[in-house]
């Protein structure tokens, strides 16, 4: 038996939830820049950013969608997972300095299947900035 497992499909419930926090920096915005090839200035140009709506530099969405796949991945329901499907809506930018807190939460779970679906959402200051769900395929207890 694998003992990286943190859940098997068998040992999930509905509402079971779990977060992770982190701090949004301006290495961490220009990595994910590099990484993806997104150099929008608005992420990327201080100058730039200073003429927008925002007054300042934002993290790119997906920056912070991928604090929910840490949640996924790492906690809830943590390694041997595989997150297939994330749909979010952004409704607030992150900036630098910001402590975004992601949240997912199991809202539906297919025992046939070995889907579970997740509401999840990233929050800061206790205002959510993106909010959907996400589906993730998790292993059935193997059989001994």
């Given at each position: 038996m694998d003992t990286n497992i943190k859940y098997y499909l068998e040992d999930?419930?509905?509402?079971?939830?779990?977060?992770?926090t982190s701090v949004i920096t301006g290495k961490m915005i220009d990595t994910f820049a590099e990484i993806?090839?997104?150099n929008n200035p608005i992420h990327v140009d201080s100058e730039f950013a200073a003429?927008?709506?925002?007054?300042?530099?934002?993290?790119?969405?997906?920056?912070?969608?991928?604090?929910?796949?840490?949640?996924?991945?790492?906690?809830?329901p943590g390694p041997g997972a595989v997150f297939v499907e994330l749909n979010l809506r952004f409704r607030k930018p992150a900036f630098i300095g910001d402590v975004v807190t992601a949240?997912?939460?199991?809202?539906?779970?297919?025992?046939?299947?070995?889907?579970?679906?997740?509401k999840c959402y990233c929050e800061v200051n206790g205002k959510k900035i993106c909010r959907g769900d996400a589906?993730?395929?998790?292993?059935?207890?193997?059989?001994?």
């Open positions: 999930l419930q509905l509402g079971m939830k779990s977060s992770t993806t090839g997104d003429t927008t709506q925002f007054g300042q530099r934002i993290a790119h969405g997906a920056l912070s969608a991928s604090f929910i796949s840490a949640v996924l991945g790492n906690d809830l949240v997912a939460e199991i809202s539906e779970i297919n025992l046939r299947t070995g889907r579970i679906k997740m589906g993730v395929f998790v292993s059935k207890r193997p059989i001994i």
